[in-house]
């Protein structure tokens, strides 16, 4: 098994990946954010523009480096059957550490920015006037300076 792949090669292209893939994502996010902020009602523009993000997620879970694609591949075939468990194995490792959620939070500082933003923008009320027009800056340094 050792042979077909060098597992050193696939974290670096499964880490490279996530690092291009995560700050894509968040660029989005902080786009979206953006967009919402720029009209009248930012929340309920941001709700509408919810598929957008939804879609940018997906897209970035269901894509893959070729290595990985091509270990699921082979996982499939008959030829490796002997291999499958191993194969799927590593194959999940490789998606814990890369696609879960505290994989997300910890690595890209871009795309935490882009996804808090946007989330709260889409579901705390009031956010999206309160940052138009500066009131947060005055709460935040009263609740600093209390």
């Not at 993000?53 to 059957?81: C, H, R, V, W």
């Not at 690595?107 to 996804?115: A, D, L, P, S």
């Amino acid at each position: 098994m050792e042979e077909l792949f060098k597992a050193d090669e696939i974290k670096k292209e499964m880490i490279n990946y996530t690092n291009i893939s995560n700050s894509i994502v968040g660029i989005v996010f902080v786009t979206l954010f953006l967009g919402a902020l720029g009209t009248d009602i930012p929340q309920a523009t941001a709700f509408i523009l919810l598929p957008i993000a939804i879609g940018a997620l997906f897209f970035m879970t269901q894509n893959y480096p070729p290595s990985i694609k091509l270990l699921q591949d082979m996982s499939k075939q008959e030829t490796y059957k002997s291999e499958k468990q191993e194969l799927e194995k590593i194959i999940k490792k490789f998606q814990k550490d890369n696609f879960s959620w505290k994989s997300l939070f910890s690595t890209n500082i871009i795309y935490i920015y882009g996804f808090s933003l946007y989330s709260f923008l889409l579901f705390i009320p009031n956010f999206g006037k309160n940052i138009k027009d500066g009131t947060w800056v005055v709460k935040l340094i009263s609740y600093i300076f209390q």
